[in-house]
């Protein structure tokens, strides 16, 4: 069973920044990709960013592009959201997921259905 766990939520200020950590593992688990969601209270887990594992590419939803930036530690098998410039809109439940399948950027990768594990989320709060 593939454990996906994050950490490093917590309580910010609006202008600040937050750098959230996951790691993927499991018995015979190979990453291909991961991605990271949030879902703020009364509204749907929306994409927010996404990385290729082997050459490293990524992609964000126009929300948070060029305010967050996706990184990973392939040795590791982590993967990281470092967020800048932090909105109180931008105050979420952040998850993040993975998949066994190898990855593609043809393929869909921006909705819930596009992931397979996920973990328990990590709570960003954004003072105004």
């Known amino acids: 069973q593939v454990q996906v766990v994050e950490s490093g939520g917590g309580l910010v200020q609006s202008g600040g920044s937050l750098r959230l950590s996951c790691t993927a593992s499991?018995?015979?688990?190979?990453?291909?990709?991961m991605a990271w969601f949030r879902q703020a209270p009364g509204k749907e887990r929306e994409f927010i960013g996404a990385?290729?594992?082997?050459?490293?590419?990524?992609a964000y939803a126009d929300s948070v592009k060029g305010r967050f930036t996706v990184s990973r530690d392939a040795a590791q098998n982590n993967v990281y959201l470092q967020m800048n410039s932090l909105k109180p809109e931008d105050a979420a439940v952040y998850y993040c997921?993975?998949?066994?399948?190898?990855?593609?950027?043809?393929?869909?990768?921006?909705?819930?259905?596009?992931?397979?594990?996920w973990g328990q989320g990590t709570l960003v709060t954004v003072s105004s």
């Open positions: 997921a993975t998949k066994s399948q190898p990855f593609t950027w043809s393929s869909s990768y921006t909705t819930v259905n596009d992931w397979t594990f």
């Open positions: 990385i290729h594992w082997n050459n490293d590419p990524t």
């Open positions: 499991g018995p015979k688990f190979s990453v291909y990709s």
